[in-house]
């Protein structure tokens, strides 16, 4: 019974901070995403349970967000990789949004790692609603790739 307290809790919370994501206060929606993320951090282990910990897995996603948004790229990556690696490997929004932001990074061999990730884990149909950053992966790549062709033409003729 503590639990669905707690959890109603978490989600009542989670509801209000979304309101400051909404209106584009990011700065707001941060420190409540954070605060909310303590709070759960800090309950103890047998008061987790499956329900809390995908509140986590979404306030973390949310709190991406809102720090993306806000230009803190390295933070909002941690968040993303924390999703991924602890709480849920097939949730496709968490790996758009690090190929997104590595892609920002002009980082294209950490943007098409997680981008491998994403295919290896996410189903197709959930991958098609990030089209719009795979295909700005896959013009990075063929920039790329045609930069290192032109740079290993030039060493033959030097």
Do not use: W
Request: charged share 40%.
């Amino acid at each position: 019974m503590e639990s669905n307290n707690k959890l109603n809790e978490i989600i009542e919370e989670k509801n209000k901070v979304n309101e400051y994501t909404k209106n584009g206060n990011f700065k707001e929606a941060e420190k409540g995403y954070k605060e909310i993320i303590d709070k759960i951090n800090n309950l103890p282990k047998e008061e987790l349970n499956e329900e809390i910990l995908n509140q986590k897995k979404l306030i973390l996603s949310n709190l991406s967000l809102s720090l993306t948004k806000q230009k803190k790229i390295k933070e909002a990556k941690k968040c993303d990789i924390e999703i991924i690696r602890k709480l849920d490997n097939k949730f496709t929004k968490s790996y758009a949004r690090l190929i997104n932001n590595y892609l920002d990074e002009k980082n294209v061999t950490c943007a098409r790692y997680y981008h491998s990730l994403m295919i290896k884990e996410c189903k197709k149909e959930e991958i098609e609603k990030f089209l719009d950053i795979v295909q700005k992966l896959e013009i990075e790549i063929k920039k790329k790739d045609t930069f290192i062709k032109d740079i290993e033409f030039l060493k033959q003729l030097s």
